[in-house]
């Protein structure tokens, strides 16, 4: 049915109102484009309904006809007007397009509902976070001459890349893990990720289907169950000790996984160091049931006592471990690379279903990361930053004796940029963290990184990286007034 045409002499119709003129206004096409399109979708304008000749219109608002025959033609191509020999005509929209905003949206995938009830990190700068490095202290001369160098080839990086990531990326990271991490990999064996989280989710992606069994240290790193969870898949909690991961015969034989998930130069976050009995016992073990080894080996650059602890994937890299690292503790978090070395038998499995699933971005990054390695900075950074962490690793155990007066014990402590603080269970953790981020302080629950707490599981996971020496004894007595007053 068409209606009669929208009067245009009729005072105060949607049409007529006068359209602003004022300093800061859109333009007048905008703004009547705005208008027409509105009116149709809240049913002022019905479906039908023959829209003014274009001359008029124009005449009525005081405005260029042309001005008016562009908006039509642009309705038009948008499919809000139909234009025939009748005129511009109201075209009919489905219910849909009318339907009011408060309707529920769709609810989101069934998996995702552990992720939505998981504890979320919080951002921004707090004191005391865990994982944050120095950044006031990175060298940010040095790395913008190294995007200079990466810019210096004009636009050819800024086209699509090598799905696994640059070549002269995955050089410098083979030449620098064989040296500082005993990793034995080719380049080739590499594959470049957008942080540490992309590399689990590839590993789960490409390994395992959902319903299949995952472990995982408990407690343990909460990314590494938020990707196991994305991927549909049964977690078992693995308990940790002062050797790093528990895993018996039985637990083969009854919970047989597969994929295993551990940090065995640092565990995350009690600082276990996974022995070599164990690391042996989990190899063969996992050779013989047909799992897949996960070795996240986040900051173990950062040993402040002893010499450096070897990757795992040294002891087997023909075997079945995967090898993921990081470049979010030793640089910076917004960079956003990591890496994934894959055993040579499952790389040429996996080159096809990875070409498909990645397109090479991060280009100029990965080019400026490369020319950082190669040109020795990297190196001179790390000597920096592991003395630094040393440093302050000293200062906040002497703080933590002197300021912090609440019964506890410290946890690892030799590694990385953190300490863990078990507390006795009458100071909950999880309420101390809370009140901490109202002060400015982002230390964390233990009993947070657990599937499974035990009552042993209640004490904060406090960090050192971010957080100069000189403010430890006034954050610590603070944290010791919320510790008391959460009791």
């Known amino acids: 049915m068409i209606f009669d045409v929208i009067p245009i002499n009729h005072p105060q119709t949607t049409l007529e109102l006068p359209l602003s003129r004022a300093a800061g206004a859109a333009p007048l096409q905008r703004q009547l484009h705005a208008r027409l399109r509105k ?18 219109l124009a005449q009525a608002l005081a405005i260029s006809r042309n001005t008016v025959s562009a908006v039509y033609e642009q309705l038009a191509v948008e499919g809000f007007v139909v234009a025939g020999r009748q005129g511009t005509l109201v075209a009919a929209l489905p219910p849909q397009g009318m339907a009011p905003a408060s309707l529920p ?11 939505s009830a998981a504890p979320v990190t919080e951002h921004g700068p707090a004191a005391l976070r865990p994982g944050e ?146 690391r042996l016992q989990l190899i063969e073990a996992a050779q013989a049931h047909g799992a897949w080894l996960i070795e996240d080996d986040y900051d173990s650059e950062f040993r402040h006592a002893g010499e450096p602890i070897a990757a795992m994937q040294g002891l087997a890299s023909q075997g079945p471990v995967l090898y993921v690292g ?83 014990s410290i946890e690892g402590g030799h590694c990385g940029l953190h300490l863990t603080v078990r507390l006795p269970a009458q100071f909950p953790d999880a309420a101390i963290a809370a009140a901490a981020r109202a002060c400015g302080m982002a230390p964390t629950a233990l009993s947070s990184f657990a599937l499974a707490p035990l009552p042993v599981d209640n004490g904060l996971v406090i960090g050192y990286g971010n957080t100069p020496p000189d403010l430890y004894a006034p954050l610590l007595r603070r944290l010791a007034q919320l510790a008391q007053s959460a009791r």
């Open 326 to 408: 990081t470049f979010s503790k030793t640089m910076f978090p917004a960079l956003r690379l990591g890496f994934l070395i894959l055993p040579a038998a499952l790389l040429e499995a996996a080159r096809a279903p990875l070409a498909a699933m990645l397109r090479g971005g991060h280009r100029l990054e990965q080019l400026a990361m490369a020319h950082f390695m190669d040109s020795g900075q990297y190196a001179r950074h790390l000597g920096r930053m592991r003395r630094l962490y040393r440093e302050r690793q000293h200062a906040l155990r002497a703080a933590l004796a002197q300021h912090f007066d609440v019964p506890h």
């Open 39 to 56: 009116a149709i979708l809240d049913g002022g304008l019905l479906a039908g309904s023959r829209l003014p000749a274009s001359r008029l």
């Open 133 to 278: 490095p120095a950044l006031p202290q990175f060298p940010l001369a040095a790395w913008r001459r190294a995007l200079d160098v990466a810019c210096s080839n004009g636009s050819a990086a800024l086209a699509y890349g090598e799905p696994a990531g640059e070549p002269a990326l995955r050089a410098a990271i083979a030449r620098y893990l064989g040296a500082a991490r005993g990793v034995r990999c080719l380049p080739e064996h590499i594959i470049i990720t957008e942080g540490a989280q992309e590399a689990l989710g590839l590993c789960v992606r490409l390994l395992t289907n959902p319903g299949d069994t995952a472990w995982v240290e408990d407690p343990g790193y909460r990314g590494a169950k938020a990707a196991m969870r994305a991927g549909e898949l049964r977690i078992v909690p693995m308990r940790v000790d002062a050797q790093g991961m528990l895993a018996s015969a039985d637990d083969w034989r009854e919970q047989r996984p597969r994929l295993v998930y551990a940090t065995p130069g640092h565990q995350y976050p009690l600082g276990a160091v996974l022995s070599a009995a164990r």
């Open 105 to 115: 949206m769709p609810p989101l995938a069934r998996r995702l509902g552990p992720l």
